[in-house]
């Protein structure tokens, strides 16, 4: 079963850092993209943060580039996002997402 667990979430100040971590099982990571998307408190959708490539190469969306750096070490099957100068805005709930599954979300909470 194809499995992506997210973690590393929490209460954050603004300004502070954090380091989100998710895990994949199931299936062949390293040629696989890995998302990372937020859902702000109240909101329905999950935006698109970060696109991982298996390459390595990134897309971010503008409201995080510069702040967030998205990573990948296939050997773990893990996936890495580095979260910078966080801002109220970030508070959310974030996934990590491949193959169309979705894990279980962490909070990021940042105050202000």
């Known amino acids: 079963d194809v499995q992506l667990q997210a973690s590393g979430g929490g209460l954050v100040q603004t300004g502070g850092s954090l380091r989100l971590s998710c895990a994949a099982s199931g299936f062949t990571f390293d040629d696989k993209v890995i998302s990372w998307f937020r859902q702000a408190p109240g909101g329905n959708e999950r935006q698109l943060l970060v696109?991982?490539?298996?390459?390595?190469?990134?897309w971010y969306t503008p409201s995080v580039k510069g702040r967030f750096t998205a990573s990948r070490d296939n050997a773990k099957n893990t996936v890495y996002l580095q979260m910078n100068s966080l801002k109220s805005d970030d508070t959310g709930v974030y996934y990590c997402s491949a193959l169309s599954y979705w894990g279980q979300g962490t909070q990021v909470t940042v105050s202000s």
């Open positions: 696109r991982l490539n298996s390459d390595g190469a990134t």
